[in-house]
């Protein structure tokens, strides 16, 4: 069906532009004898942790029955659906987008770390927060039902967190975090001595990962009526929150390789 398709069709397209991205930027360094820095293996292990984000969702897709209603599979595919998708799925897509964060700050300590010793320090802080921000999602993740076999097994005794409810902390968080790691370089950008043609094309390099962050503001239950998980038909109602998820890995590694 369609969302299958797009759920499927359009991160394989995306991953291989993520990947020619870090091997592009990967090869200039080499070419330009300059050694790896850590923000280059941080990118890396970013997009490998995309590549396996997405073959988590063909999982889902294929044998859990995402994007499908929950009427037209069975209970061994919900099982699969639950725990590939709702626990694994939110695990390495945290994973991928904060260590992609990381990296994105790691780039601006090289960068700006001596001529702008503040920004090295907001830096260090940020890195902290998301780190935080990370071990806060997977409590939240394994928490999800107590216990957690809950979440495949309805008919266990114990109890779940509405799913709609959960994004308010982590999700809006997120994207503050998003916004404040995006701003952090205009201003030592325009204190640059260069022209004013060359500090709007720098600050619109950096501000593309913009793009990674309205996906992260669209997957916000909470807040967006385009994404609303219907706990009575979770396979099909979660689709677009698990593709907006590998949409915006993707568009965060393009970003961060660009620079």
Not at 130 to 136: E, I, Y
């Amino acid at each position: 069906n369609g969302p299958q398709l797009t759920i499927t069709v359009v991160p394989a397209i995306l991953l291989p532009l993520a990947t020619v991205a870090v091997f592009t930027r990967l090869y200039s360094r080499h070419i330009t004898k300059q050694k790896f820095a850590p923000d280059d293996w941080l990118v890396t292990i970013a997009l490998a942790l995309g590549y396996a984000l997405y073959a988590d969702i063909v999982v889902c897709v294929v044998l859990g029955g995402l994007a499908s209603h929950i009427t037209e599979i069975g209970p061994g595919n919900f099982v699969i659906f639950a725990k590939s998708g709702a626990v694994a799925s939110g695990i390495l897509w945290g994973s991928a987008v904060v260590v992609t964060q990381l990296s994105i700050l790691a780039f601006y300590i090289r960068i700006f770390g001596i001529a702008q010793p503040w920004v090295k320090y907001c830096s260090y802080v940020l890195m902290a927060l998301v780190s935080g921000w990370w071990f806060a999602l997977f409590g939240s993740i394994m928490g999800e039902c107590i216990p957690l076999d809950k979440l495949w097994n309805p008919m266990e005794s114990g109890s779940c967190i509405d799913q709609n409810k959960m994004c308010g902390g982590g999700g809006i968080a997120h994207v503050i975090l998003d916004f404040f790691i995006l701003l952090l370089p205009l201003y030592p950008v325009w204190k640059l001595h260069t022209s004013v043609r060359r500090k709007l094309y720098v600050s619109t390099i950096f501000l593309l990962g913009l793009i990674a962050t309205i996906c992260s503001i669209l997957r916000i239950t909470c807040l967006v009526d385009l994404v609303k998980i219907d706990e009575t038909d979770a396979t099909y109602s979660m689709w677009l929150a698990f593709f907006l998820e590998i949409l915006e890995v993707c568009c965060g590694i393009i970003a961060v390789s660009i620079p």
